[in-house]
């Protein structure tokens, strides 16, 4: 399947790209050259496999969800560099906006 340029010109406006004529003869050839690899994939049987989320077999390596004591608030902020009233005190993000 060979795009022309007014095809090419069209996916580059869908796209919002403002493209040279240098440059959509460029992608024309390789968009093209990527269809006609899709072409040869459709071609591939695929009967005889079957459909898959993945090709890695997954299992779930979270630990179990127990609850513990939770911790002590003086605990939690002792090593903080600043704390006020058992919070931590971080440095301003926003200016003065």
Do not use: C, W
């Amino acid at each position: 399947m060979e795009l022309s340029h007014e095809e090419v010109r069209r996916i580059a406006e869908l796209a919002k790209l403002d493209l040279t004529d240098d440059e959509v003869a460029l992608y024309a050839g390789q968009l093209s050259s990527v269809l006609q690899y899709f072409q040869r994939l459709q071609e591939v049987d695929t009967s005889h496999v079957e459909p898959t989320a993945s090709v890695l077999p997954l299992s779930n390596v979270f630990r179990e969800d127990i609850a513990e004591t939770p911790l002590d608030p003086d605990e939690v902020i002792r090593n903080a560099p600043d704390a006020v009233d058992h919070q931590f005190r971080v440095s301003a993000v926003l200016g003065d906006e």
